[in-house]
């Protein structure tokens, strides 16, 4: 089985900045990308940031294009959501998802609160 494992998530003003980070393990061979996604309330579930794990192709959704890092490191078995100049619509659970070909795992989720 895979495990994904987020932390970093907290309470910011707006204008701050928050790093999620997310450690895979188990069966992670075969991922082909690795991501963020994130539920705020009331709302359905977006994709936030992704990246392929060869070549490293990255996207962001509009809402966080300039504002958003997504990184891994080399092995390949952590990445890391840098996110600057926070909103109060950033709030809510962010998720770490790992993809395979066949199935897409998610970690148990990361609350993050900008407030006013």
């Known amino acids: 089985q895979v495990r994904l494992v987020e932390s970093g998530g907290g309470t910011v003003q707006a204008g701050g900045s928050l790093r999620l980070s997310c450690a895979a393990s188990?069966?992670?061979?075969?991922?082909?990308?690795m991501g963020w996604y994130r539920q705020a309330p009331g709302k359905q579930r977006e994709s936030v940031a992704t990246?392929?794990?060869?070549?490293?192709?990255?996207n962001y959704a509009d809402s966080v294009k300039g504002r958003f890092t997504i990184s891994r490191d080399n092995a390949k078995t952590q990445i890391y959501l840098q996110m600057n100049s926070l909103k109060i619509d950033d709030t809510g659970v962010y998720y770490c998802?790992?993809?395979?070909?066949?199935?897409?795992?998610w970690g148990q989720g990361a609350q993050v609160t900008v407030s006013s």
């Open positions: 998802t790992l993809r395979k070909s066949t199935n897409t795992y």
């Open positions: 990246i392929m794990l060869s070549g490293s192709t990255i």
């Open positions: 188990g069966f992670i061979s075969g991922a082909i990308a």
